[in-house]
Every structure is written in structure tokens, then in C-alpha cells.
């Protein structure tokens, strides 16, 4: 069965540093995600892109933020320049056209910020 | 700002019985729920999902029921087993274009053998 795929699994930085997070969305999925989970908190959304543009993103997406679709799989994510409070764990999602709000997520990288 | 809502932390059943797991929502522009259910070290496995055109969706052992006047879902598991033991979560989107998943806290279910 197709899957999303993440990389790094966990991610060790230190503050100011900066990551690139990494996903292969399922190969025929047009619509991209990316979430996150501070310990012990809810799943926040970040930012969804569609047609290599951003479509929405929210507060927590800053100019810090930034995602590529830098080829026909890969799907980043970039913090520039990381804090104390990015550490948490980063799931990117994928979904089709028909699945039509049923978002398929990945493993998750967890990131931790030192 | 809750949109999303899941008051129990956490539900312990014992194997065989039914699970009930419920979530609550504000917004009344979301039209499309689904449940989520996590392990640990995992990301979030899709588990059912219901349009608010229905009150009821059935999958196996997992229904869903959508209450609309009162901005209310539950998700049913029966019977219930061991391997249920995860965190489930409740989400919330509108229909209009790539909008995102609005997500609960979640409910640790615990199935005891």
C-alpha cells in the first residue's frame, strides 16, 4: 500500500540553525501538508500547497517558514533559523483528488531544538 | 481557540465491550469529519469519516455518528480490542479547495485484555 515517507526520523539542532525536513508524498496525491505536535498538545497545521504555490497557511507558518516542492516527489520543509519552541514533531500529509478530505500522513520527524 | 474539541483525555474499556469516544465543534461552516487514530512514534492513520449530509457512517467494528444540531460526533469501536490501545483524534474540515484538518487534543483509549 502507498505511504508517506519522512526523513530524518528525529532531527537534533541547534538554536539558530537551520533544517530542512524532508517527505515523499504518495506518488499520485496533488495536495500537500504540513503539520505539527508540540508534546503533549494537539496536531496544528502549518502550511498546505497545490499546484507548487502555497494555498494556506497559518500563524505559525512565519517568514521562518518555507516549503519546495523542489522535484516531482520531494516535498521540504525549512526553518531557517530554529528557536526553542520549533520542537516538536512534523508530519507531512498528502491526499488525492478523489480521497477528498482524507488526508494519508507520514511518520513523522521529530525535531529537537537545542 | 477550540474549534475542535475532545473533553476526555483519555477512556479505558475492557476487551469486548464497546469504546464510545466523543468530540465536540463550534464551527458550523465544517462539513466533512474523520478520526484519527495514532500510535506511538507513528503519524495519524485515517480511520473513518463522515459528511455532515449523514448522520451515521459504518466501517466494521468502527461507527461514526454525526449529531448536527448539537455539534456532536462520537465514534463507536465494537467490540473493542487490545489492539484499539492508541490515541485518537478527531478532526474537522471545510469543503473549499486545500483547506487544512482542524484537529482535537485527542483521547488515549486504553482496551484491557
Known amino acids: 500500500e502507498p505511504e508517506v515517507t519522512q526523513t530524518p526520523s528525529h532531527q537534533v539542532t541547534q538554536m539558530g540553525q537551520e533544517v530542512i525536513l524532508r517527505c515523499v508524498p504518495i506518488?499520485?496525491?496533488?495536495?500537500f501538508y504540513w503539520y505539527r505536535q508540540i508534546l503533549g498538545q494537539k496536531v496544528e497545521f502549518l502550511v498546505s500547497f497545490y499546484n507548487n504555490e502555497i494555498s494556506e497557511k497559518s500563524e505559525i507558518f512565519d517568514d521562518q517558514f518555507s516549503v519546495e516542492r523542489p522535484d516531482g516527489s520531494n516535498f521540504t520543509l525549512k526553518i531557517r533559523s530554529t528557536k526553542l519552541e520549533d520542537s516538536a514533531m512534523y508530519f507531512c500529509?498528502?491526499?488525492?483528488?478523489?480521497?477528498?478530505?482524507?488526508?494519508?500522513f507520514g511518520p513523522g520527524t521529530r525535531l529537537t531544538v537545542l | 481557540d477550540q474549534q475542535v474539541k475532545q473533553n476526555s483525555p483519555s477512556l479505558s474499556v475492557q476487551e469486548g465491550r464497546i469504546s464510545i469516544l466523543n468530540c465536540d465543534y463550534t464551527n458550523s461552516m465544517f462539513d466533512y469529519f474523520l478520526w484519527y487514530k495514532k500510535y506511538p512514534a507513528e503519524g495519524p492513520t485515517f480511520l473513518i469519516s463522515?459528511?455532515?449530509?449523514?448522520d451515521k457512517n459504518e466501517d466494521g467494528r468502527f461507527t461514526v455518528f454525526l449529531n448536527k444540531s448539537a455539534k456532536h460526533l462520537s465514534l463507536h469501536i465494537v467490540p473493542s480490542q487490545p489492539g484499539d490501545s492508541a490515541v485518537y483524534f478527531c478532526?474537522?474540515?471545510?469543503?473549499?479547495?486545500?483547506?487544512?484538518?482542524?484537529f482535537g487534543k485527542g483521547t488515549r483509549l486504553s482496551v484491557i485484555a
Open positions: 500529509a498528502s491526499r488525492g483528488q478523489t480521497t477528498y478530505n482524507e488526508q494519508f
Open positions: 463522515i459528511s455532515s449530509i449523514k
Open positions: 478532526a474537522a474540515v471545510r469543503f473549499s479547495g486545500n483547506t487544512p484538518l482542524v
Open positions: 506518488s499520485n496525491h496533488l495536495y
